[in-house]
């Protein structure tokens, strides 16, 4: 079991549907990030996050942290093909040494014109 | 140079061999670490150093490996006696400041993709 789940592992769907990703744990972090994956290429941070009931809001991605800081999720609207890659959450354990993130398993997320 | 680099992008090798993986770090970047990522999956955290020091080695799987780091610039990691379940991809990141910091961000490079046969 990971520390921190993500829902779905998959989706798919098509240009100009919604989305959400999701991102729990049973454990508190000090704070949440959202990486974006392309095949090839290493994660590239979209945004962090770290006061609970935090949202922030990148053009069409809305990013929230839970008010206990132990979930998060991410909103896409009106999706677009370039939105295709794999998004993975990560979070800093409140008593994480050395900005040692904690990965989810990440959600592969297809958006076909 | 402008981001972090990893050599080589492709390693095939036959079990039983050791391999050594490169990671060159963004300049001026204090941390760096070391993450597995199997097909598919997320980041598995392997190792990260401050300067040249490793304070955290817990997420190496076996004595197999081992990873060194000459100041605070490229580091290698150097898996022995490879196996066929240490076939992933292996990505290397750097992040400015010093440990404790939360938000400080990490700069990913492409990866090493590991295949053993």
């Known amino acids: 079991t990971q520390l921190l789940e993500q829902s779905p592992q998959f989706l798919s769907i098509q240009e100009g549907e919604n989305l959400t990703v999701y991102c729990n744990s049973s454990?508190?972090?000090?704070?949440l990030q959202w990486y974006r994956q392309e095949p090839g290429e290493g994660p590239v941070l979209l945004v962090t996050v770290v006061t609970g009931g935090e949202v922030k809001k990148l053009k069409r991605l809305t990013f929230q942290f839970g008010d206990a800081r132990k979930d998060s999720s991410l909103h896409i609207t009106a999706a677009q093909p370039g939105d295709t890659g794999l998004y993975l959450c990560?979070?800093?354990?409140?008593?994480?040494?050395?900005?040692?993130?904690?990965f989810g398993g990440g959600t592969r997320v297809l958006v076909k014109p | 140079g402008a981001g972090v680099s990893q050599s080589p992008s492709n390693k095939v090798t036959e079990k039983g061999k050791d391999v050594e993986l490169r990671c060159d770090p963004i300049s001026g970047h204090t941390a760096l670490y070391w993450y597995r990522q199997r097909l598919g999956q997320g980041l598995e955290f392997l190792i990260y150093?401050?300067?040249?020091?490793?304070?955290?080695k817990s997420g190496l799987p076996s004595d197999r490996f081992s990873a060194e780091r000459t100041g605070e610039s490229v580091s290698t990691l150097t898996i022995q006696r490879t196996q066929q379940e240490d076939s992933a991809v292996y990505l290397c990141?750097?992040?400015?400041?010093?440990?404790?910091?939360?938000?400080?961000?990490?700069?990913f490079g492409p990866g090493t993709r590991l295949t053993v046969l």
């Open positions: 990560a979070g800093l354990l409140i008593k994480a040494a050395g900005n040692k993130l904690t």
């Open positions: 150093f401050q300067g040249n020091s490793a304070p955290d």
């Open positions: 454990s508190v972090f000090s704070s």
């Open positions: 990141a750097s992040s400015y400041g010093l440990a404790g910091f939360s938000y400080n961000e990490q700069f």
